[in-house]
């Protein structure tokens, strides 16, 4: 079996949920390339290559690839494609746009959001905004994208050698026009240790504003929301939790007035700890939290960022 997985990157720095979906690729089992696809992008190569269970690292540099547009990398992909049983990338924003593409390139059916590997051809992924787990095997070539909160990430103590490849002439209708990225001191939230989220019952974005972030600044927390927080503008899009939005493992996760809704609740299955805190004590939030804190969250939360900032 020969796998190749997309590294993801912003040309500078190889981001976590590379190393997570590197152990999937490693519990499918053979031969692991990592294709490390972008502009100036040397330095992302070379922590690619320190991956343990990396077998080579394929460095594609070139203009055309500086800002990774799905429509240009997933016909680099299918370039090389020939030569793979595996193809591979992590279930984020940019795998996500990628691989479908791929697919459909291939004429292959993708396996979406794998949270775990059962062998060489047969994965478990989450159905029904979580649910249900399906059982899915697979036959011949395969596209691949992993939920990389389900797995760990793999360690640093490799040397792959790097191999520079041609890029063919590549052509696309998409043309990238800028990208518009949010500075925030606080941790990126896929990732975040902690998680500080709010929902609906904030009641306005000054509310959220005065209440959520300064716990989730206390604690060294990103911040989250439900998909109702976002829907009535209290909270940016990106910060939304759940099936249509961001899926988080962190170690400590607050939910500070969210119902716990299905839907919610798919994103945050793989969080350590769950706080709730919800004055209605017969809120679904309770059956999956581990501390529960019934009460009205205008005071319990300035509360325990006072006990926190202590
Ligand atoms: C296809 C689809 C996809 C969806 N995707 C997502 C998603 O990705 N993420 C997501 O979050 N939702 C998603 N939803 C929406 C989801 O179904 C819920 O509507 C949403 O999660 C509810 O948000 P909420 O918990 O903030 O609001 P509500 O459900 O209105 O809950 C508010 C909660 O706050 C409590 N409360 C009220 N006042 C206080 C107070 N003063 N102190 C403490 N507690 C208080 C209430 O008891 C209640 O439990 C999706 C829905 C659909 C149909």
Redesign the pocket.
């Known amino acids: 079996m020969k796998i190749l997985l997309l590294a993801e990157h912003d040309n500078q720095t190889l981001s976590p949920h590379t190393a997570r979906a590197l152990t999937a690729a490693r519990q499918i089992g053979g031969e692991v390339h990592l294709l490390v696809a972008g502009q100036g992008c040397g330095h992302v190569a070379e922590a690619a290559a320190r991956l343990s269970g990396v077998a080579k690292v394929l460095h594609a540099d070139a203009p055309a690839l500086a800002h990774q547009l799905a429509e240009l990398l997933s016909e680099l992909i299918v370039s090389v494609a020939d030569g793979y049983d595996t193809l591979l990338a992590p279930a984020t924003s940019t795998g996500k746009n990628v691989m479908p593409r791929v697919a459909a390139l291939l004429d292959l059916m993708q396996v979406s959001d794998i949270i775990a590997v059962d062998g060489p051809n047969s994965f478990r992924r989450p159905i029904y905004a979580g649910n249900a787990i399906e059982h899915v095997e697979t036959s011949g070539k395969q596209v691949i994208t992993v939920r990389t909160t389900a797995f760990v990430p793999a360690d640093t103590e490799g040397a792959a050698p790097i191999e520079q490849i041609s890029v063919p002439d590549l052509a696309s209708p998409a043309e990238w026009i800028e990208d518009i990225t949010v500075t925030t001191e606080r941790p990126e939230l896929t990732s975040a240790k902690r998680v500080v989220s709010g ?3 904030l009641g306005s974005k000054e509310k959220f504003d005065a209440v959520i972030l300064p716990l989730a600044d206390a604690l060294g927390a990103a911040v989250g929301a ?4 976002v829907d009535e503008g209290f909270a940016p899009n990106d910060w ?6 961001k899926t988080v493992a962190p170690e400590l996760y607050i939910a500070c ?5 299905i ?2 609740v798919a ?1 945050i299955k793989d969080a350590k700890v769950i706080v709730a ?4 004590p017969e ?1 679904p939030i309770f059956k999956l939290a581990d501390y529960a804190l019934v ?4 005071e319990l939360v300035p509360e325990l960022t006072r006990a926190v900032s202590k």
């Open positions: 929902g609906r019952s439900s998909r109702d927080a939304q939790v759940g099936q249509t939005g007035g969210i119902s716990g809704a839907q919610h994103g805190i919800n004055s209605d809120a009460g009205d969250l205008f």
